[in-house]
Protein backbone atom coordinates (compact mmCIF):
# COMPACT_ATOMS: atom_id res chain seq x y z
CA UNK A 1 0.00 0.00 0.00
CA UNK A 2 1.28 3.24 -1.26
CA UNK A 3 -0.17 6.24 0.51
CA UNK A 4 0.49 9.87 -1.30
CA UNK A 5 0.20 13.40 0.07
CA UNK A 6 0.19 16.78 -2.23
CA UNK A 7 1.60 19.89 -1.01
CA UNK A 8 2.27 22.90 -2.02
CA UNK A 9 -0.86 24.43 -4.04
CA UNK A 10 -1.71 27.96 -3.71
CA UNK A 11 -2.82 31.21 -5.21
CA UNK A 12 0.00 32.73 -7.43
CA UNK A 13 -0.20 35.58 -9.86
CA UNK A 14 0.82 34.78 -13.70
CA UNK A 15 4.30 34.35 -14.40
CA UNK A 16 4.92 33.30 -10.78
CA UNK A 17 6.03 30.04 -9.72
CA UNK A 18 5.32 27.33 -7.60
CA UNK A 19 6.65 23.68 -6.21
CA UNK A 20 4.12 20.97 -5.46
CA UNK A 21 5.38 17.60 -3.57
CA UNK A 22 4.14 14.52 -3.37
CA UNK A 23 5.22 12.63 0.16
CA UNK A 24 4.73 9.08 0.05
CA UNK A 25 4.46 6.29 2.68
CA UNK A 26 5.96 3.46 0.38
CA UNK A 27 9.57 2.50 0.64
CA UNK A 28 8.63 1.26 -2.37
CA UNK A 29 8.31 4.45 -4.21
CA UNK A 30 11.30 4.57 -5.81
CA UNK A 31 9.63 1.35 -8.05
CA UNK A 32 6.88 3.37 -9.14
CA UNK A 33 5.96 5.32 -12.30
CA UNK A 34 5.12 8.31 -10.57
CA UNK A 35 2.46 10.99 -12.74
CA UNK A 36 1.31 13.98 -12.03
CA UNK A 37 -2.51 15.12 -13.20
CA UNK A 38 -4.76 17.94 -12.96
CA UNK A 39 -8.07 18.61 -13.74
CA UNK A 40 -9.99 22.08 -14.07
CA UNK A 41 -13.31 22.38 -13.41
CA UNK A 42 -15.77 21.09 -15.71
CA UNK A 43 -12.50 19.31 -17.53
CA UNK A 44 -11.50 15.83 -17.57
CA UNK A 45 -7.83 14.75 -15.95
CA UNK A 46 -5.25 15.59 -17.83
CA UNK A 47 -1.51 13.84 -17.47
CA UNK A 48 0.71 16.64 -16.90
CA UNK A 49 4.30 15.06 -16.34
CA UNK A 50 5.71 11.31 -15.95
CA UNK A 51 8.51 9.86 -14.12
CA UNK A 52 10.14 6.79 -14.33
CA UNK A 53 12.09 4.73 -12.15
CA UNK A 54 14.89 5.01 -14.47
CA UNK A 55 14.32 8.69 -14.59
CA UNK A 56 12.69 9.54 -17.36
CA UNK A 57 10.30 12.11 -17.47
CA UNK A 58 7.71 13.30 -20.19
CA UNK A 59 5.42 16.50 -20.73
CA UNK A 60 2.08 17.71 -21.70
CA UNK A 61 2.83 19.86 -24.59
CA UNK A 62 1.14 22.68 -22.56
CA UNK A 63 3.65 22.47 -20.02
CA UNK A 64 6.93 22.00 -21.88
CA UNK A 65 9.81 24.03 -20.85
CA UNK A 66 7.99 25.30 -18.10
CA UNK A 67 7.21 22.22 -15.21
CA UNK A 68 9.71 19.80 -14.01
CA UNK A 69 9.06 16.81 -12.18
CA UNK A 70 11.79 15.35 -9.91
CA UNK A 71 12.08 12.77 -7.32
CA UNK A 72 13.62 12.54 -4.06
CA UNK A 73 14.24 8.36 -2.76
CA UNK A 74 15.70 8.75 0.41
CA UNK A 75 12.27 11.26 1.18
CA UNK A 76 10.13 9.10 -0.56
CA UNK A 77 9.01 12.38 -2.21
CA UNK A 78 8.21 13.36 -5.85
CA UNK A 79 8.43 17.15 -6.76
CA UNK A 80 6.65 19.25 -9.47
CA UNK A 81 8.64 22.64 -10.06
CA UNK A 82 6.32 25.13 -12.03
CA UNK A 83 7.44 28.40 -13.60
CA UNK A 84 6.23 31.07 -16.11
CA UNK A 85 2.30 29.88 -14.74
CA UNK A 86 -0.80 31.15 -16.62
CA UNK A 87 -3.98 31.24 -15.45
CA UNK A 88 -4.59 27.94 -18.03
CA UNK A 89 -2.85 26.43 -15.04
CA UNK A 90 -5.47 26.73 -12.77
CA UNK A 91 -7.01 23.18 -11.80
CA UNK A 92 -6.29 20.49 -8.57
CA UNK A 93 -3.27 18.88 -9.25
CA UNK A 94 -2.91 15.18 -8.59
CA UNK A 95 -0.28 12.96 -7.61
CA UNK A 96 -0.26 9.14 -8.74
CA UNK A 97 2.03 5.90 -8.50
CA UNK A 98 1.33 3.41 -10.68
CA UNK A 99 3.17 -0.14 -10.96
CA UNK A 100 2.76 -3.15 -12.92
CA UNK A 101 4.15 -6.39 -11.09
CA UNK A 102 3.41 -9.33 -13.41
CA UNK A 103 -0.46 -9.31 -14.03
CA UNK A 104 -1.30 -7.25 -10.84
CA UNK A 105 -1.44 -3.37 -11.52
CA UNK A 106 -0.97 -0.96 -8.40
CA UNK A 107 -2.08 2.17 -8.67
CA UNK A 108 -2.81 4.92 -5.79
CA UNK A 109 -3.98 8.66 -5.48
CA UNK A 110 -3.30 11.87 -3.48
CA UNK A 111 -6.15 14.08 -2.37
CA UNK A 112 -4.72 16.54 -4.80
CA UNK A 113 -4.02 20.04 -3.79
CA UNK A 114 -5.69 23.46 -5.40
CA UNK A 115 -3.27 25.86 -7.92
CA UNK A 116 -4.96 29.25 -8.81
CA UNK A 117 -2.95 31.48 -11.33
CA UNK A 118 -4.71 34.49 -11.31
CA UNK A 119 -4.09 36.99 -14.51
Known amino acids: QVQLVESGGGLVQAGGSLRLSCASS????????INWYRQAPGKQRDLVAT???????NYADAVKGRFTISRDNASYTVFLQMNSLIPEDTAVYYC?????????????WGQGTQVTVSS
Open 96 to 108: NARRRVSLTQYNY
Open 26 to 33: GRTFSLYD
Open 51 to 57: LTPAGTT
